[in-house]
């Protein structure tokens, strides 16, 4: 056997793997044995079966196997072995001569390789990087508490129609000249589109009976007005006279107090004494929850850094397109022309990040992935507003999830990436900069 590799441009590798006879002929012969104990041929006993039978019948086939297999397991062996840093999967290469595989002529095989770029990333406290606090201000403080007592209020009955308040009516609804007649219909004005109809309800009391037209109320929605009828909203042409609406019960939705009930609702029983140490609960809530964005968006500011540091990246550009449309036969030439600009791209910022992986000795244990998985859970069911979640819950939730083989891949980047930006704010000069919520959203949007 005799292997070969050559990338005189140091980026587009030609790869030239050459068999004898006696590189593969003994593992033929003993497949070949083990077919004849296994052949079940008619006119032999089982295993009995000349071998030159076997031979006509299976042995090409089987030289095919036995070298492909041959082939893969040297290929990358000598890839391994000479640290050639390869970029997707080895292609057949357009130099490769038609293989005779009846004949006992040498096989050589030819196979075009990308080879990822030479280049150094490296960083240092020399390397001056943004990194964002995002303020916790009473505003922002006073909405989250806003948005707990709502999600521990309560509707409750009262004898007036407020639209300011958000009351919710429900009635008697019937067709004037008609024979529609809907029992319990709900009703919220202050969301009807036309406001002369809004202001039939103003003020309107317990009992009172309102004459007022669906259609008009809603002009633009079939259906919203079938579905207040309760008919097809093919309908609904057939339906646009007046209703009467007899209001038989008014509920106005109120939030919840700021008292003990809802400081044990929000963050279990005993854990806030008072309205302060709720405040204060909530701000390092917040504090936690920015400082990931604040995290993600200095890796973000690595990552630009580093790709002016290095510069533009040199890629074997024809291959890489052969890989890329060899992975997504379904979508054509036309995908990946599309998108290949922006696969070179993220394809240069993952060999950046492998260089500052390596530098900062970073690997991910089986903790890291629990921890991850955990804030993962966490945060799904932060935004149900379950902000107390037992570990033991979250425990079991993180559990699950790294049952799942898909999910693993994205956790261990994840995991990366925690430890990088955590690696690196201890490495590079940190320009910590303040700022507020807004202008920071706005600067990700710009982005």
Do not use: C
């Amino acid at each position: 056997m005799n292997i070969s590799f050559e990338a005189p441009d140091k980026i587009n590798g030609l790869m030239t793997i050459t068999l004898e006879k006696e590189d593969y002929q003994a593992e033929v012969e003993k497949t070949l044995k083990d077919y004849r104990k296994r052949a079940n041929v008619p006119g032999f006993r089982p295993g009995q079966t000349p071998m030159g039978l076997i031979k006509r019948q299976y042995g090409a086939a089987v030289k095919v196997d036995v070298v492909n297999k041959m082939l893969g397991e040297k290929l990358y062996e000598y890839v391994r072995e000479n640290k050639i840093q390869m970029l997707g999967e080895p292609l057949p290469s357009d130099q490769q001569k038609p293989l005779n595989f009846e004949g006992e002529e040498p096989l050589e095989f030819k196979f075009d390789i990308a080879v990822a770029p030479e280049f150094k990333a490296a960083l240092s406290g020399k390397d001056k990087i943004d990194y964002y606090n995002i303020t916790v201000d009473d505003k922002l403080i006073d909405q989250q508490v806003e948005m707990y007592q709502s999600r521990a209020g309560q509707y409750e009955k009262v004898e007036q129609f407020d639209a300011e308040q958000r009351d919710m009516l429900k009635g008697d609804l019937r067709e004037v000249n008609g024979s529609i007649e809907v029992a319990d219909a709900v009703l919220m004005p202050q969301y009807m589109k036309v406001e002369d109809q809004k202001k039939l309800f103003e003020g309107a009391k317990l009992g009172d009976i309102i004459t007022w037209n669906p259609r008009k109320a809603y002009p633009e929605s079939d259906v919203e007005v079938s579905s207040l009828l309760k008919i097809q909203k093919e309908d609904v042409k057939d339906h646009e006279g007046d209703f009467t609406y007899q209001i038989t019960e008014i509920s106005r939705f109120v939030k919840a107090e700021v008292n003990q009930a809802l400081f044990d609702q929000t963050f279990g029983e005993g854990t806030v004494k008072d309205e302060k140490e709720f405040r204060q609960k909530i701000s390092d809530i917040i504090s936690q929850q920015f400082k990931a964005d604040s995290d993600y968006k200095f890796l973000q500011d690595v990552r630009s850094h580093m790709e002016k540091k290095v510069g533009k990246l040199e890629f074997p550009e024809a291959i890489l397109k052969r890989v890329m449309l060899n992975n997504n036969k379904d979508k054509g030439a036309e995908f990946v022309e599309k998108n290949f600009e922006a696969s070179i791209k993220e394809l240069g910022w993952h060999l950046i990040k492998e260089q500052l992986v390596a530098a900062q000795e970073i690997k991910v244990e089986e903790d890291d992935l629990k921890n991850v998985a955990k804030e993962a859970a966490r945060a799904q069911f932060a935004q149900y507003g379950m902000s107390n979640v037992p570990d033991e819950y979250l425990e079991n939730y993180a559990a699950e999830m790294l049952k799942k083989r898909e999910n693993v891949d994205g956790l261990v980047d994840r995991a990366v990436d925690v430890k990088l930006t955590a690696a690196l704010k201890g490495v590079v000069k940190l320009n910590e900069k303040d700022i507020t919520l807004e202008d920071f959203q706005k600067m990700l949007q710009e982005k």
